[in-house]
């Protein structure tokens, strides 16, 4: 079973075997509003937790994406190339931005949980 | 993800339309001193292509209107701005900047010379209301009124339907050709109507006093075709159409001629000076200028912003990019920058340092979107 675990700063990354996939938050793709761009990671690349790894441009502004945690990037989501507006559409789902092998789990620990992150963007 | 949209805001001031925006799903931010919304809730590329086809109503309240009347209106006001009155008929708008004695940029601003003739009229950047002022205090004499309008707000509607819309409620309104206004009754309330813009679309400016702001805005919404648009459809609009946005394109440290504003100058008043700045101007045009405002177009789909390095092949700097990013009407990126004349003349190839990655782009001629500006019924 998959697991979900969100940052402060509005992405999530879903946890299967040492695997992840990570993304925005709907509150966050709300918030940039019409996202035009995504400027992903290329397989292979090292990433560090909280360090930047993407860039969403929204018509609005472009934006970082941190990394939830820190491994290897395995995949990106090509569709975001084509069809940047899918993360608009479904954040949560088809607007995933890349796979990443987790290189140490403990990071996990750090991250909130689907209730605290409800909790912190209702503050 | 960065913080670029998640500030908090204090000692903002509303506008009287604050009502409407809260209750139609607006994402307020604050801008230029005020609440103001970004957009609203079908999002900036729904309200940037529905001005385009049909209209849209933009709060641009926080604009500072001011009035100065005084004797001889127009030779004091010829002193500051490099326009000659002569050539405007009473009810005509102009564009024109205020330039400091550096012949660079204080503000750009609209004026329209009233019938009355005892007057003018400006419409001036939020941000620069105050300067704009101190600039009007330190170079007209008390005989001077200057006042800041501060009981009306501007509204701004936009696109191809905003005659049919208006003339609703003002019958002649069709008539009226692009940069005139006039005075119009409604509902026993004053309305000071422009004919212009700032979306390269046909469309109207409208000054109402602040208490029937609210009213009126809520009757102009219940018209087939009319929606409302935030500040974010306001810049992807003005940057297809290729208009400065003070702050951004133009600034204090930029000529008018950079700029490529000199068709907004009397040739007249260029030869014969007697404004501010004039020395200036006159270098400028007579000897050439150093970098010149282009439109760009990156290849690809990334958008280049505000502040991106322009290169040439040898990756050189070469320009900035000072407006930036993406046309719904295009579905591509676009901007506008400032680039050597020297590497404009060599044709040279261009690269823009989008994070590290250097994107080739196009150098093309503004406006990226045709302006569609009413010219009167020949």
């Known amino acids: ?123 | 993800m960065s913080e670029a949209y998640w500030g908090l805001e204090q000692d903002l001031k509303t506008t009287p339309l604050y009502k409407i925006h809260n209750n139609s799903g607006a994402k307020l931010v604050p801008f230029a001193g005020f609440y103001l919304p970004i957009q609203y809730e079908n999002g900036i590329i729904a309200e940037h292509n529905h001005t385009r086809s049909s209209a849209s109503i933009f709060d641009v309240s926080h604009m500072g209107q001011i009035k100065i009347s005084g004797p001889m209106i127009y030779d004091a006001m010829e002193k500051i701005l490099p326009i000659s009155f002569s050539k405007i008929s009473p009810g005509q708008i102009k564009y024109t900047q205020f330039l400091n004695s550096e012949g660079k940029i204080i503000d750009d601003l609209m004026i329209t010379r009233s019938f009355e003739e005892d007057h003018v009229w400006l419409v001036v950047n939020a941000d620069c209301t105050d300067k704009d002022l101190d600039h009007l205090y330190n170079n007209l004499n008390k005989a001077y009124k200057i006042e800041l309008i501060e009981d009306r707000a501007l509204i701004a509607l936009q696109g191809p339907n905003s005659s049919n819309i208006l003339k609703t409620f003002f019958q002649e309104i069709d008539e009226m050709p692009f940069m005139t206004a006039d005075w119009f009754n409604y509902d026993n309330e004053k309305f000071f109507i422009s004919r212009c813009g700032y979306t390269g679309e046909d469309g109207f400016e409208i000054s109402i006093k602040d208490r029937y702001a609210e009213k009126f805005i809520s009757k102009l919404l219940q018209s087939e075709g009319v929606k409302l648009a935030g500040l974010g459809a306001r810049n992807s609009l003005r940057m297809e159409a290729g208009l400065c946005l003070y702050g951004n394109d133009i600034s204090s440290s930029v000529s008018p001629i950079e700029a490529g504003l000199a068709w907004s100058f009397s040739k007249e008043r260029i030869e014969n000076g007697g404004f501010i700045g004039h020395e200036h101007i006159k270098q400028d045009l007579d000897n050439g200028v150093q970098r010149k405002l282009v439109g760009i177009k990156p290849l690809g789909k990334l958008p280049a912003r505000e502040g991106t390095q322009i290169f040439d092949k040898n990756e050189k700097t070469i320009g900035q990019i000072t407006s930036g990013g993406y046309s719904p009407s295009l579905q591509a990126p676009i901007a506008m920058g400032y680039i050597n004349s020297d590497s404009l003349k060599n044709n040279c190839e261009v690269l823009l340092n989008v994070r590290g990655n250097l994107i080739p782009a196009e150098i093309a001629s503004l406006p990226f979107v045709e302006h569609k500006y009413f010219r009167g019924n020949k």
């Open chain 1, 1 to 123: 079973m998959a697991e979900i675990y969100f940052t402060k700063e509005h992405e999530w990354i879903k946890v299967e075997d040492n695997v992840g996939v990570v993304g925005i938050t709907a509150y966050a793709s709300e918030q940039l509003g019409d996202i035009v761009f995504v400027e992903l990671p290329e397989e292979g690349i090292i990433a560090e937790i909280g360090k930047d790894i993407a860039v969403v441009e929204s018509v609005k502004a472009a934006s970082e994406v941190y990394s939830p945690v820190s491994g290897t990037i395995i995949k990106s989501n090509e569709d975001l190339n084509s069809t940047p507006e899918i993360v608009n559409e479904d954040p949560v789902g088809k607007g995933w931005f890349y796979e990443i092998k987790i290189s140490n789990n403990d990071e996990l620990s750090g991250l909130m949980s689907e209730e605290e992150y409800q909790k912190h963007i209702g503050d």
